[in-house]
């Protein structure tokens, strides 16, 4: 047969009228007269609602019997004319004349002429089949959309749509039943009365429609597949599309006119039955995953080939069994309770996990099962299909990866708790914090005797006697020990080690072989709780530190490869991390050592002040930093008092803090003036970062302007200049803190001292403030350890220190020890230098001070009062001698200075004298020839004194010189070191 192509072309609005009649009626007990054209109906109907409507022929000719009343016969039913004209509503059993009677064909009639007129409207037709059904699903309160499922489970037209329809004499729609309606998505009240070939037929193909139709109506019966499309009709947002195939069978009218009945089937339930059949087939027989299907009972109805390769034999030996006959019993009752749960709920299980042996091995294997219910096609639970895979190695991978993640913790935790401290102990206690109980359940941490005292030497020698006597390994100190078990010693037969405690490893233990190979060594077995223990060498820059040893007790699972490799890294990281600590431990040391060394030792002592001073260094957590502290003994009994703080920390900061205290104390002695001093630091602590020293550094600063700081020495600096004789202090400031002063019944205050750049920037001119200080006033210099923390902002420091500066009057120590213990000062994070001075001016008895005229009769004078002072204060032995450098200096003020001389003498601790006038010309020392007169007073001053020198002023020059007190341990000067001056 020709498929035949069908296309929708026009759609009109659903109408909710009756319907009901499209099917032909209700059904006629056999034996009733029904008109062929009844029974073609009836047995379209009987198809489409899945039941048998008996061995009738539905093209038989047989005698009509007694009719069934026509339909539309009711009088007060208007005809389909007359209702058109009116504009009304079709009636149920209408008939559009939408195109001319065939040609050829008998006219319809409207009711048959043996049924005699009523004047009153008959009854009803019986209601059609499907409105009887569709009745008795509502008072059952079943749904209206489920009557595909109206049929008995198991039926084949719970999975087949199939529906009828009619056509009349005239080749029009003459009945359309229910099941049509849903199939197509066209009521009766838009598909009766319609061409079909017109209706559905593509104009290409409707001739060949048309000559089909034809022979239909000839008697001619037709099969074949018809594409369809119906319009959007109601809630439909699509058309219906599909394709279905049609069955035409002849039939005859009342009046013996050919009509037929089609009987229709959904193609498409056929491709998706044909669908799922091979999706079906290939579940059972290509799935690489068991699949079993229980029946309502929980027997095995159904396995697959992989399901039966696993568990031996053919598929259908399966049938039958329960899951007793797979599974251990307790995973066998789980798995039933779990299938009878599905079963009654309809819940579905996801990966439930199950553990048992196949027949073919005695192995444990996992299984991941999947259970669902299985419906029929009517909704009806049959039985719960399971889908099992083996994931035994996905257990073994997961079980791997969860070792690999275990040591991966591990490893992590090591790095972030390992090494914070820079200590050797406590880095040792880091590693056994990690490993305990974690990795294993005693550990313990042997280093070297010699890197815990600083020895640098190769460690690991071997004992002289070596052998098995117990000095065969190099004496070690145990620095940790955890247990996770009260007081387990490790299983290596030798007698326990308290922490603490120097002790050897015999030459053939195990732990000395690990020691001397730098190789893990596995120790299995052992006496007491051990079972097996890992004497791991700790390693570090190829040089073995120590021994760390991880045992487990018995009942532990043993260490295997992936355990060796763990604790081999562990062990590592620890290494580095300890001598790192060792490392750090030797340069702190060393710093400190250079750092004190530089430091002034003891108590300073100085003419005209009490002095105390304070230096605490970093805790062993941070580096040494570049502190420092100074008093300067100056000519004339003055006094520089000078503190500094390099920026930055460890042995660089210590060399450049010693660099700079050096260059300070070699510029004191020029007798520059403070702000001098500063700008020639200045200079010099830029060249500390250049290789090619001041000059290179100046250069490259003048090529480069925006060079990196981070290559230069920075370092803040005050320095104050103290003159007992006025006790007028002079202060200039590098970027350091104030100084604070404290007089007697004032408050403490902070100088207001220009800071000035720091050390080593460059570029800006330093300036002084002079101050006179009164008797008795505290004068504090510092650094800022002493007032700054992370806790305390350097406002608030500076303020505290300041308030703690109540009671100038108590001794310096005790200010010291005040200031320190109230303050913040053992957080450790940074070095604190703090000097203390009290003023002690020099008495007015103790200076003698005379202004001598330009002329030459001034040298007389200045050696009788040089004369008289010195016996008004005893110092008689001094007489002579001073008489005669007193005429030496003021004859070369008289010779080579200008203006008006000066001379002072001083008494504290030593005797100074000197010699001022206006000249700016510095007296150069020289060794006069055999045949000079004269250049040899200089020298006689040089040898005659303690120490000479001369300075500028802001007037001209000062000559002086210096002459210890007489305590009986001095001499007299040397005879021929006098005459070798002639």
């Not at 109506?217 to 809630?235: I, K, N, Q, Y």
């Not at 100046?698 to 006790?727: F, G, H, I, K």
């Not at 008895?845 to 050696?863: C, F, H, I, N, T």
């Amino acid at each position: 047969m020709s498929d035949i192509p069908a296309k929708a072309t026009a759609s009109e609005p659903p109408s909710g009228g009756p319907a009901d009649d499209a099917t032909g009626g209700t059904k006629a007990p056999s034996g009733t007269g029904r008109t062929p054209k009844q029974a073609a109906a009836q047995a379209g109907s009987d198809h489409a609602e899945g039941h048998t409507g008996g061995d009738q022929d539905p093209a038989d000719d047989g005698p009509p019997g007694d009719p069934a009343p026509p339909r539309g016969d009711v009088d007060e039913a208007p005809t389909p004319d007359k209702t058109r004209a009116e504009g009304g509503t079709v009636p149920a059993q209408p008939r559009l004349p939408e195109r001319p009677r065939r040609a050829g064909g008998p006219p319809r009639a409207a009711a048959s002429p043996a049924q005699p007129a009523r004047p009153a409207p008959a009854a009803p037709p019986a209601p059609a089949r499907g409105a009887e059904d569709r009745t008795a699903d509502a008072d059952a309160g079943v749904p209206p959309g489920d009557m595909w499922q109206s049929s008995p489970p198991g039926s084949l037209y719970d999975y087949v749509r199939v529906a009828s329809f009619s056509l009349g004499p005239d080749g029009l729609i003459d009945q359309w039943s229910l099941r049509a309606e849903q199939l197509f998505g066209i009521d009766a009240e838009h598909a009766v009365g319609k061409d079909p070939v017109e209706a559905f037929v593509p104009p290409a193909l409707r001739d060949r429609g048309q000559r089909k139709m034809t022979e239909i109506l000839d008697g001619r019966e037709w099969t074949g597949t018809v594409p369809f499309s119906a319009p959007a009709t109601g809630d439909a947002e699509r058309p219906t599309e599909g394709i279905a195939e049609i069955y035409v069978m002849p039939t005859r009218t009342e009046r013996g006119e050919h009509a037929a009945v089609c009987i229709v089937v959904d193609v498409r339930v056929l491709h998706d039955i044909e669908t799922d059949l091979a999706a079906s087939q290939a579940i059972f027989g290509q799935s690489p995953f068991g699949f079993l299907l229980f029946d309502r009972d929980l027997r095995v109805l159904r396995t697959n080939r992989r399901f039966a390769s696993v568990f031996g034999g053919k598929a259908a030996d399966h049938r039958g069994r329960t899951v007793h006959d797979y599974l251990p019993r307790a995973e066998a009752d789980r798995l039933g309770a779990a299938l009878r749960r599905v079963l009654d709920t309809g819940e579905t299980v996801h990966d439930m996990q199950l553990i048992g042996p196949t027949p073919r091995s005695s192995e444990r294997r996992h299984w991941s099962v999947n259970l669902y219910r299985v419906h029929s096609g009517s909704g009806t639970p049959i039985g719960v299909a399971g889908l099992a895979t083996d994931v035994t190695r996905r257990h073994a991978a997961a079980r791997e990866a969860a070792l690999a993640r275990r040591n991966l913790a591990l490893l992590n935790e090591a790095g972030a708790r390992i090494g914070n401290s820079l200590d050797l102990e406590t880095t040792a206690r880091e590693l056994l914090d990690v490993t305990v109980p974690g990795f294993c359940d005693i550990a313990s941490v042997d280093l070297y005797q010699g890197l815990l005292l600083g020895d640098e030497t190769p460690q690991g020698q071997w004992g002289a006697t070596g052998g098995r006597t117990g000095a065969g390994s190099g004496a070690l100190r145990r620095v940790a020990y955890a247990s996770a078990v009260a007081d387990a010693p490790f299983g290596d037969g030798l007698p326990p080690v308290a922490v603490g405690a120097v002790h050897h490893f015999p030459f053939s233990s195990p732990n000395a072989g690990a020691l001397r190979t730098a190789r893990l060594r596995h120790i299995t077995g052992g006496s007491g709780l051990i079972q097996s223990t890992l004497a791991v060498p700790m390693v570090a820059h190829d040089t073995v530190v120590g021994l760390a040893q991880f045992s487990r007790t018995k009942g532990s699972e043993p260490f295997g490869d992936r355990d060796r490799a763990l604790a081999s890294e562990l062990a590592a990281r620890a290494a580095v991390c300890i001598d790192n600590a060792r490392l750090y431990r030797r340069e702190h040391e060393r710093a400190l050592i250079l750092q004190r060394s530089l430091l002034p030792p003891g108590d300073p002592e100085a003419s005209g002040l009490d002095i105390a001073c304070r230096y605490l260094p970093g805790n062993a957590a941070t580096e040494v930093g570049g502190d420092w502290f100074d008093v300067i003994e100056l000519p004339g009994h003055r006094t520089a008092l000078v503190v500094g703080d390099v920026m930055g920390r460890g042995l660089r900061a210590a060399v450049a803090m010693g660099e700079l205290r050096t260059a300070v104390r070699t510029l004191a002695l020029l007798d520059l003036e403070p702000a001098e001093v500063l700008e020639a630091l200045d200079e010099i602590a830029r060249g500390l970062g250049t290789p090619g020293g001041v000059q290179q550094a100046t250069r490259t600063a003048r090529q480069n302007r925006d060079a990196d700081l981070s290559e230069v020495y920075l370092a803040t600096c005050v320095y104050a200049v103290y003159d007992p004789v006025t006790r007028r202090c002079t202060f200039a400031n590098a970027g350091h803190l104030p100084p604070v002063v404290v007089e007697p019944g004032e408050p403490a205050l902070m100088l207001d001292v220009p800071p000035g750049m720091p050390l080593g920037v460059g570029g800006e001119p330093f300036e002084e403030v002079r101050v006179e200080l009164a008797e008795g006033a505290l004068l504090a210099l510092y650094t800022d350890g002493l007032v700054e923390s992370r806790d305390h902002p350097l406002d608030e420091g500076l303020q505290a220190f300041v308030d703690t500066l109540t009671e100038p009057s108590r001794p310096l120590e005790d200010v010291c020890d005040h200031v320190l213990g109230t303050l913040d000062t053992h957080h450790g994070e940074d070095d604190v230098a703090l000097l203390m001075a009290r003023v002690q001016g020099l008495p007015e008895d103790r200076v003698g001070d005379w202004k001598l005229p330009r002329e030459a009769q001034s040298v007389g004078r200045a050696r009788e009062l040089a004369r008289a002072r010195l016996l008004e204060w005893d110092l008689d032995p001094l007489a002579d001698t001073a008489e005669l450098l007193v005429s030496e200096l003021v004859t070369n003020a008289l010779r080579y200075g200008e203006g008006e001389i000066r001379l002072r003498l001083l008494l504290d601790r030593t005797l100074v004298c000197e010699v001022w006038d206006a000249g700016l010309v510095q007296p150069r020392r020289r060794r006069a020839r055999d045949t000079d007169e004269g250049g040899r007073g200089l020298q006689l001053v040089g040898l005659l004194s303690a120490a000479w020198g001369s300075r500028r002023t802001p007037a001209g020059k000062t000559v002086w010189f210096e002459m210890s007190l007489p305590d009986g341990s001095s001499g007299e000067p040397d005879p021929e070191a006098l005459l070798s001056l002639f």
